[in-house]
Structures are given as structure tokens and as C-alpha cells.
């Protein structure tokens, strides 16, 4: 399963993101169509190229839940209305910097 949230238009740079399966971290599509845990790593897609990239995500069940797109710069930093929920996705727990990815616990 997969969802389109927020709805972006196809010219607004984009990546894909979900959760791993395995783990529940949340992750980050790359460029040659592999997981990774750092939003670095995502490929930033407009268009054609993000439909059929999440209609790959869609199908790779076993490694990811959920993936969707969400809105970036086009240099990959988050960005669009849904910048705080996804801020703290990509950066862990909020509640004290020794938890999470801040910390170094990957």
C-alpha cells in the first residue's frame, strides 16, 4: 500500500519515503532504487520519473511500508507544509538529543 501525501504536483521536487519493514526506521529511496535510512541519500524526482518510482516502492513490500512522497528542495532538504512531521521523521525523537538518529543510534 501506498499514499500520495501530501498531493504534490508532478513539477515539485519530491522523494520517497516509508518505514522498514523490518525495523520500522523510516527510509529513504535512492537513485539506484535501494533503501537508505539517510535522507542524503534520496533521489529527488519531479514528473513521470516519481510516478513510476513510487509504483516501484509500492511493490517492494518486504523493505518498505507506506511509501509516499514527500516534498524536498531541490537539493533534497525538506521543505512544503509537512516540513515539521517530516523534520522529526528524519532526525528521530524530539525528546532528548542522547535518543535517536542525532544520537548516532542507527
Known amino acids: 500500500m501506498s499514499s500520495e501525501r501530501p498531493k504534490l504536483g508532478p513539477d515539485i521536487p519530491k522523494v520517497i519515503t516509508g518505514w ?12 539506484d532504487r535501494d ?8 533521489s529527488v524526482m519531479t514528473g ?5 518510482a513510487l509504483r516501484f516502492a509500492s511493490t517492494d513490500q518486504v523493505r518498505v511500508s507506506d ?8 537539493d533534497g ?3 512544503g507544509r509537512e516540513t515539521l512531521r ?3 521523521r528524519a ?3 524530539t525528546n ?3 535518543f535517536g538518529k542525532q544520537a548516532g543510534d542507527l
Open 67 to 74: 511509501p509516499y512522497f514527500m516534498q524536498v528542495t531541490q
Open 48 to 52: 513521470d520519473q516519481a510516478q513510476e
Open 20 to 31: 522498514n519493514s523490518r525495523t520500522g526506521r523510516v527510509i529513504y529511496l535512492t537513485a
Open 35 to 42: 533503501w537508505s535510512e539517510s535522507l542524503a541519500d534520496a
Open 86 to 88: 517530516e523534520t522529526i
Open 96 to 98: 532528548h538529543p542522547m
Open 91 to 93: 532526525q528521530g525523537p
Open 77 to 79: 532538504r525538506i521543505s
